[in-house]
Structures are given as C-alpha cells and as structure tokens.
C-alpha cells in the first residue's frame, strides 16, 4: 500500500514537472497591419490556449510548427508572400521564452484579371461582367476575400442574365514575384441560357394555389434572374403564413424553359399578442391582439386590438385584401370604438373607413381613402357632437434596419387629412403633419448611435377652439416631450387643462449606448411646443426636458425605461419627474 502511494506521489510530480516544463511566454512581432494581427492573434494556438500549456517540449514545438503554417496563410491571403518569418526559443528557461518575428517586405498586388470558359477562350462581353462589378482593379493591394468576392458577383452577373446553374470551373493565381503581382484567371462554366417555366408548389394546404401565384416576382417565358428569386422568396416568407420556403430552379428542357418549384411548410395563420406600457402621467396600460393572416384562403387578414388603460380603452378591427386589382395593392377597411378620459378633454368616438394601401417599393409606402367618424367631446365643460368626413393621405420612406431598435437609416412621414363635420359643427379644415428621424452609428460595431428626431404639424381652417379637442396638436408625454405629463407641453387654461393648438413642432436628441450586449443606456433631450396659429412660431421659446434611459434587449425588442423631468418651461402645475416604460425605443 506504501509503495503504491508512494508511485503515485512520483507520477504526479512528474507531471507537474512536464507541465511547467511546457510553460510558455509568446512574443509576436513584425506583422503588417492590424487585420493581420487580428487574424493571426484569433488562429493562432499559442495565442489562443495560452491558458493551456502542451504537455511536453515536444507538443510545444508542434504547436509552434501549427502557428507558423497559420500565420503563412494570413500573411498569404493579404498579398506577404516574400514575408520572412524566424522563430526563437530557449527550452532551458521556465517559462519557455517564444519569439517569432515577421519581416513581411513588399506586399503583392492584383495583376491581371481573365474570365474565361473552360476550354480557355475568353469571355464576351454579353457574359462577362464590367470591371466596376467585379470589384477587383488591376493594381490594388492583394486581398484573397476581394477575389472570393469577386468570384461570387461574376456568378451573380450571370444569374441575373439567365445563366442560374453558372459555376467556377477553376480557378488560378498565379505570382510573378519579379512584378510582385498575382494574375488571376477564373475558368467559368456558365452554363445553358434559361427562361422561367411553369411553377409548381409543394407544401400548400391552406393558402389558394392562386393566391400563390400572386406572390411570384417573375413571368413565365422571361430569362431566369436570381433576383427576382429571392424577391419572390423573401414575398412568401413576408407573409407569415410559412415557416419555411425554398425556392429551386430545376433544369430546363429543350425549350429552354426552367421549371420552378417552390417547396413551403405552413406555419399557424392565428397569432395572439400583447403589451404592456406605464408612465406616470398615463398610468398603466396594456393592449392585446388576434390576428388572423390567411382568413379565406387568400392571404386576406382580419387584425382585432383591445388597449385598456387609466384614460380609457379603444377596440380596433382591421381587415386587408392583399393585392387588391394590382400587386402590392391593398384594399383595407377599418372601424374603431374609442373613449377618452383626459385632462385635456373627455372623447366617446366611432369611426369607420377605408381605403387602398401601396408598396410602392422595399422603402416607400402610400395609402389613402375616407373616414367617417362620429365622436361626442367634452372641452372644459362644453358638450360638442361631430360627424367628420375626412380623406386621410400618408406617404411614408423607411430605410431603417429595425422595426424596434433601429442604428441606421432614417424615416420620414408625411401625411394630409382634409375634415368636412358633417353636422356643421367644426365645418371644414385641413391638419397637414410630417415627421422625420434619422440614426447614425458613431462606430463600426454600432455600440454608440446618435439618433434624431423632429416634427412639424399645421391646421389651415378655424381656429383652435372651434375644431374637435381630439383634433388639435398637443405636445408632452413618452412619444413626444418627454418630462412634460401628456400632452402637458404646451399653453394651459385657467384650470391648467392643456388647450392644444392648431400647429406643432417638436424634436429629440438620444445618444444610445449599447453598454453590454443587453443592456444599454440613452440619454436624450426632447422640445417642442404647440401654437394658436396655423403655422408653428420657430422663434418662440419651447418646452425642453431631459432625462436618463435604460434599455434591455429582450427576444421581442428592448425593453425601455426612461425618467425625465422638465428642464425649461416648467411650470408649477408640471412634476418633477416623469416615468415611461414600454417596448422599443422612443423613436
């Protein structure tokens, strides 16, 4: 039993002893540039199982062999290939000293560009794609991912002109060390020359064979483009009625003609959601919906929402005939329950309408049609009944990139809604509105994003006492002036019920900062005001808060917190801080 405790006591010192025998201390000298040492510094074994020396000298010099192989291929890939490398080590020290030291002398360029076919005869220029389109120049530092690149838009190019099975034969670089150049040839079999032909479905239950057809960006008889392919692959999946599509082009006949199968799996029409909100002028609140996508077989869908809130609550339902006569047409109808209790004003409304909605493009959207709506206003005591006609037409461009947490792009939102009361009330008036907000990341990973925004609102007919409390401009709240109660930043009555104005202007500033990758801080500052005349005064003093936000990106979007409080303009009817959370950002 001695001797066995005894063996065991030799062996574990001996491995102690081969561990820190393998001990190492690593320095890397010499690379060119940043994306070199980057590349290097991630593949790189010594680097990477620092933390995890080898068990022996021998593993060692291996892993040392395995670094100089990857950073050859780094140095390779970026155009160094005269760089030298030397490697120095002593075996005697604990730990291991390890030098490797890189002198990369003249880097390589892009020498000359050939398309060819397989059998080597160049390609025309109905086949070859133009020089700004491969993205190589004759001349520019060597980058292998610029020639991958490239490699990938020639085959685009011939994608979008009817070659979909085009394909690299081969490809080869060559050097020539004495010009320090690499001359490039891309052997390219590009294929039989192809037209769309008939499409069939796989996987359709309970989507119309027609309605299908509708979502197709192609037409039969027309050369094949990868395009149009993927536009119509992404129209599918836009309507969330799948929950997987594959679009294949199969090989085409002796007409030419390519037959197109486009396999789905149905994904449940119904969705159920909801939300939750609180401010401290609002108080809480919550909204819940049911949406049904694909209500008679025609991606026709039929939206209810329910919000509840302090104030009031509101019921919506919203039905959509896509592709109503034309593509990305839609006719919609809509009718609302709405009852308000508000500072400003108490509202019993129902309205109804209806209308046509464009896709004009992936940014522009434009919709227009008619309202009538019939709502009963308490304003300050005084009882008004209105039977409003309205004609409401929106124009709106988006290039944002996200729905609830955009970093780039901007959006803007015009919008013009001519009134007729119908029972002579407020007679006849026009509220004209346009919003724009932009965001701008302030470095690559986008962790810091400056983001802005600004509003302008203006009546032309009446004044402001003689139009419905509802339709007026206010100012205040989490979606406006935040710090001011809702709809609080503007001019007040005798009993410090906001009046509203007949036009508006506002704007924000946020600095989001993404501090972690889920959470993140904005501070921001919002203005604005409402004025008595049609159009804002730009020269007059505005309501101004500021204050601190918090975020947490959730699965569904971030989760945001925001305290302000008012910094000019407050009065002694404002609080001191207000409070809003609820999912997205401001803006």
């Given amino acids: 039993m001695q001797a066995r405790l005894v063996l065991a006591l030799v062996l574990m010192l001996c491995a102690g002893a081969a561990r820190a025998a393998s001990d190492y201390r690593l320095d890397l000298s010499g690379l060119p540039d940043d994306t070199t040492r980057g590349l290097v510094e991630e593949t790189s074994e010594l680097v990477t199982l620092k933390d995890k020396p080898p068990p022996s000298l021998t593993a060692l010099r291996n892993r040392i062999r395995g670094d100089l192989d990857r950073i050859r291929l780094v140095l390779n890939a970026y155009g160094w290939f005269d760089a030298a490398i030397d490697v120095t080590s002593d075996e005697d020290q604990k730990p291991v000293p390890v030098a490797i030291r890189v002198t990369p002398g003249e880097r390589y360029a892009v020498g000359a560009l050939r398309l060819t076919d397989p059998g080597g005869v160049d390609l025309g220029p109905a086949l070859a794609p133009s020089p700004e389109r491969l993205g190589l120049k004759t001349g520019a530092p060597y980058d292998a991912r610029a020639v991958l690149d490239a490699e990938a838009a020639i085959i685009i190019h011939l994608g979008q002109r009817g070659r979909p099975f085009a394909k690299v034969a081969h490809r080869d670089a060559v050097l020539d060390r004495a010009g320090r150049r690499v001359n490039i040839t891309w052997a390219i079999d590009y294929g039989p020359l192809a037209s769309f032909g008939p499409t069939s479905f796989e996987g359709l239950e309970r989507l119309k064979d ?74 809480a609140g919550a909204r819940a919906f049911w949406e049904h996508r694909n209500l008679l077989g025609g991606r026709e869908t039929l939206r209810i929402t329910a919000d509840i809130a302090q104030t009031g609550y509101s019921l919506d339902a919203k039905a959509k005939k896509p592709d109503f006569e034309w593509r990305d047409v839609d006719l919609v109808f809509e009718a609302k329950a709405k009852r308000e209790e508000l500072d400003a004003y108490d509202l019993d409304t129902f309205s109804i309408g209806g209308g046509l909605e464009w896709r004009y493009s992936p940014r522009w959207f434009f919709s227009g049609g008619a309202t009538l709506e019939q709502s009963h206003i308490d304003d300050d005591g005084v009882t008004e009944d209105y039977t409003l006609f309205g004609v409401p037409v929106i124009a709106r461009r988006d290039t944002s990139n996200d729905a609830l947490d955009p970093t ?6 015009f919008s013009l809604t001519p009134y007729y009361d119908l029972a002579g009330t407020a007679g006849t008036f026009l509220i004209g509105q346009a919003s724009a907000s932009t965001y701008l990341p302030l470095d690559d990973a986008e962790d810091y994003v400056l983001a802005l925004r600004g509003g302008l609102g203006a009546t032309f007919g009446g004044s402001t006492y003689s139009l419905p409390a509802d339709k007026r401009f206010y100012a205040g709240g989490g979606d406006s002036v935040r710090g001011f109660a809702y709809q609080a930043a503007g001019p007040l009555g005798s009993d410090d019920e906001a009046t ?33 005349d049609s159009i804002p005064d730009f020269g007059a003093d505005l ?33 001191i801080i207000q409070i809003y959370i609820s999912i997205g950002q401001a803006f």
């Fill in 210 to 283: 027609k309605a299908a057809r509708a979502l197709l960006r192609w037409r039969e008889g027309d050369d094949v483009n990868i395009d149009q392919i993927e536009e119509t692959r992404r129209a599918f999946v836009a309507t969330g009625l799948f929950g997987t599509v594959s679009v294949t082009t199969q090989p085409p006949g002796p007409d030419g003609r390519a037959p197109m199968l486009i396999r789905v799996t149905e994904a449940k029409p119904r969705t159920i959601g909801g939300g939750l909100r609180y401010s401290t002028s609002d108080g």
């Fill in 408 to 413: 780039r792009g901007h959006r803007l939102v």
């Fill in 500 to 532: 509203g104005g007949k036009s508006l202007l506002t704007g924000a500033v946020e600095m989001r900062w993404r501090v972690t990758e889920t959470i993140g801080l904005v501070p921001f500052v919002d203005f604005g005001s409402v004025f008595e």
């Fill in 543 to 575: 309501f101004m808060g500021a204050g601190l936000g918090l975020r947490y990106r959730s699965p569904i979007g971030p989760l945001r917190l925001d305290i302000a409080m008012p910094i000019v303009g407050k009065r002694d009817s404002d609080d």
